[in-house]
Every structure is written in structure tokens, then in C-alpha cells.
């Protein structure tokens, strides 16, 4: 028996990777390399682009100059090539709300370490009215969504090289890429449709064991 490639979930159509991938960020290896790699902001609608003004002047003193630049020429999103809404760039890769500092991962420091300043911002904030975090496209990665013409809403699985160390790490910890993403997937679609998922994914993985 081949594995089913894609699933429906309520009304949302959704790549079979999704639950059968295992992933978990590895900020020591990578550093937040996924903000600043890539030609393209990241997606965000028109919601979430009103979202992020009213969170500027909260972060503006963690943007470097270059960004503050550029958000006060062009906002803090505009249209890219493929005429996606995404956030506005840096030199033609970085991600305007990219900051820098160093944290703790299980333990030890890692050093000038890439993160969201609108993240850091609103963690930092926890517990204030503010239910904005950061772009859903990217809390999601790496899942991606896509809305076709008909409405229809489709996620799929996407395997980027700077993510390999991600990928490395969920295979050591058997973390599913849905489990990974609870949190993510379930603010954006609702804890009825998660549990729906995680449901569809014990069945998918009894599927696996008989075939």
C-alpha cells in the first residue's frame, strides 16, 4: 500500500509529510538563519501588516538602521514578484524585524543569535492585551500555506537546506512536524481542527504499521 499524499482535514487539505516529517528548530546550529536567507519577505495579510504598524514603535530601537530605513521608505510590507504581501527586506534577503542577541539553548549560549523582533517584543510583554506574536507564515514554518482562487486552503511540507540541522534534530527526538507546531497550527486553525489532525495522524501511522 502506498502512503496517502495529501489528506483533508475538516476543509483544509493538507501534505501526508506533515505528519509522518520530524523537525525541531536547532537554533545552536543555525542561529535564526530562516530570517535572514531567502529573496522574499515572509507572507502576511493585509491583517496582520495593521497588526505589525501598531507594533513598530515597540521595537523600532532593535531595528539596525538599514531596516528603519527601509520601513520608513516602503512600510513594513510591500508586493513581491509573485504579487504575495510579504514583510519588506533588507538588501534583498533580510527580514526588516531581524535582531540579534544571544540566548540559552538547553544550557549554553549561543552567541549573536538571529531572532523577530516583533517575538521578542511581544514575549517579552506576556500578558498585555496584544495577541500578535508574529507573522502566522512564519510561526507555521515549516508548513506552508496556500489559498487557491477557489478559496480552497492547502498546507504543504518545505524542506530548506539552512533547516537541514532542524530536520536533524527531530528525527533524535521523534518530534513530528505537527507536534512541533501545535502551538502555530492550532492559533491559526482552532483547537477542534488540531485535535481532528493529531487524530488523522494516528491513523495515518496505523496505516504505515499494516502496509
Not at 531595528?63 to 513594513?76: E, F, N, T, Y
Not at 527531530?170 to 518530534?175: D, I, Q, R, T, V
Request: with cysteine.
Amino acid at each position: 500500500m502506498s502512503l496517502p499524499p495529501i489528506l483533508q482535514i475538516g476543509e483544509i487539505l493538507i501534505s501526508s509529510e506533515i505528519l509522518t516529517a520530524e523537525f525541531c528548530c536547532d537554533l545552536a546550529v543555525c542561529k535564526g538563519a530562516c530570517c535572514v536567507e531567502g529573496d522574499a519577505g515572509a507572507p502576511v495579510t493585509l491583517d496582520e501588516v495593521m497588526q505589525i504598524e501598531d507594533c513598530v514603535d515597540n521595537v523600532w530601537s532593535d531595528l539596525s538602521a538599514s531596516a528603519q530605513a527601509v520601513i520608513d521608505k516602503q512600510g513594513v510590507a510591500y508586493t513581491d514578484r509573485e504579487g504575495d504581501l510579504v514583510t519588506s527586506i533588507v538588501g534583498g534577503k533580510d527580514c526588516v524585524f531581524t535582531c540579534y542577541d544571544d540566548i540559552d539553548v538547553d544550557g549554553e549560549t549561543v552567541k549573536h543569535c538571529c531572532l523577530c523582533a516583533l517575538e521578542r517584543a511581544a514575549r517579552q510583554k506576556a500578558g498585555t492585551n496584544s495577541q500578535f506574536i508574529k507573522p502566522i507564515s512564519c510561526a507555521l514554518y515549516p508548513i506552508r500555506e496556500k489559498t487557491f482562487s477557489d478559496g480552497t486552503v492547502a498546507l504543504n511540507y518545505h524542506q530548506w537546506d539552512v533547516c537541514r540541522s532542524a530536520r536533524e534534530k527531530g528525527k533524535a527526538l521523534h518530534l513530528p512536524v505537527y507536534k512541533f507546531l501545535k502551538g502555530p497550527l492550532t492559533r491559526r486553525f482552532g483547537e477542534v481542527w488540531y485535535h481532528e489532525l493529531c487524530d488523522a495522524a494516528e491513523e495515518l501511522r496505523s496505516y504505515i504499521e499494516q502496509s
